[in-house]
């Protein structure tokens, strides 16, 4: 029989080759909203949301300096950033907004909606909230059904005014 991964199972954490770390930081705690948890060294750090031990580490070991890693090949595609509520992903896409940072998408995938943007080093960054469940769109058979359509974004802002 095979084996199927436990349900509770999650990713932990996702740990980023950056070029510059205090410019990675900036994005990723000053813009986002993270929280510094440690420094290990000035190579690299540890952040998180909510004071787990990390979320995202960062660090120079081999790419200080460097150029970003080449679109056209393999690696990490993006890292999916969750958010608990709509109005936290409203939020995050006003400080964007405010902050001239530039989105490389938005889409709405009937189970999420979705902001696209790269860090500072050309990482993809997704930021997201999902729907609830019962709310997922579902083929005629039952079996989910996904999309890719543009995002509201005039409807997420509203968010805020509630």
């Not at 970003?68 to 595609?77: E, I, K, Q």
């Not at 998408?105 to 189970?111: I, K, L, M, Q, T």
């Not at 079996?143 to 005014?161: H, V």
């Amino acid at each position: 029989m095979a084996y199927t991964i436990p349900a509770q199972t999650r990713i932990g954490h996702v740990h980023l080759k950056v070029a510059d770390l205090d410019r990675a930081l900036a994005f990723y705690c000053d813009l986002l909203g993270f929280t510094l948890m440690q420094m290990y060294g000035n190579d690299a750090a540890f952040i998180s949301a909510g004071g787990y031990h990390h979320h995202i580490g960062l660090n120079t070991w081999y790419s200080k300096n460097a150029p970003p890693a080449p679109v056209r090949s393999a690696g990490l595609f993006h890292t999916a950033i969750l958010y608990p509520e709509r109005r936290d992903l409203a939020v995050a896409f006003q400080r964007l907004r405010e902050a001239n940072y530039p989105l490389t998408g938005a889409s709405d995938h009937g189970v999420s909606e979705a902001l696209y943007l790269n860090d500072p080093d050309q990482n993809g960054v997704e930021l997201y909230w999902d729907r609830p469940r019962d709310e997922w769109p579902l083929n005629d058979e039952g079996g989910l059904e996904m999309f890719t359509r543009p995002l509201n974004l005039e409807s997420l802002l509203r968010e805020l005014q509630k």
